[in-house]
């Protein structure tokens, strides 16, 4: 399913769209090796071994890919996850319709523009719209303090410091009612 808005704030059209792995992988392949990515996703792999890894998550049921774009460029990788039946259930006592996020923004020129605010709000509010879902999660790496800022920004709050197979990371929380106290009135996706 792609998703797309304008985003009145920056003047832009945010999308998403499924991951595809003959048009997407050696974007994915290349995002994974800047240097930026390395230290959080750890898969600066071969071209081999990431294949099978993206094959395996893009079969993975619990979870989705997504290819994000600002005004049509490709930019951004995202993977929208349910909770049950992640890593991360074990860490807090999830509801059944609790759904996570993992993001990376790709291409480097598009660091430090004030882009990922919008990129995250916009992907939480997709997740929001299954009724049945009232927290979104996030566990970045509790060295990203860029990113915790940003989640903080969109509406997450930090819950504990938690360790997972591959990281450290900082479990955060989006609850609806905040979300939506916060971005629905005057809305610059509106």
């Not at 998403?16 to 050696?26: I, Q, Y």
């Not at 230290?39 to 890894?53: R, Y």
Request: charged letters at 30%; proline letters at 5%; a negative charge.
């Amino acid at each position: 399913m792609k998703h797309s808005v304008l985003d009145k704030e920056i003047d832009k059209e945010i999308s998403f769209r499924p991951f595809a792995m003959e048009e997407d992988f050696s974007r994915i392949h290349r995002w994974m090796h800047e240097p930026h990515v390395i230290p959080f996703w750890q898969l600066n792999h071969s071209e081999e071994v990431l294949k099978k890894h993206m094959h395996k998550a893009r079969e993975d049921t619990h979870q989705s890919l997504y290819i994000g774009s600002i005004d049509g460029i490709p930019m951004s990788y995202w993977e929208a996850y349910w909770v049950r039946g992640d890593v991360v259930e074990n860490c807090y006592e999830p509801a059944p319709f609790d759904q996570g996020i993992h993001l990376l923004i790709g291409e480097s020129s598009y660091l430090g523009k004030g882009l990922a605010l919008p990129l995250l709000r916009e992907m939480v509010a997709f997740q929001f719209k299954c009724a049945h879902t009232n927290k979104v999660i996030a566990e970045p790496d509790h060295r990203n303090e860029k990113m915790i800022h940003v989640f903080e920004k969109c509406g997450f709050y930090k819950v504990k410091e938690i360790i997972l197979p591959d990281k450290k990371a900082m479990l955060m929380f989006c609850e609806r009612e905040e979300f939506e106290k916060r971005w629905n009135h005057d809305d610059p996706r509106a």
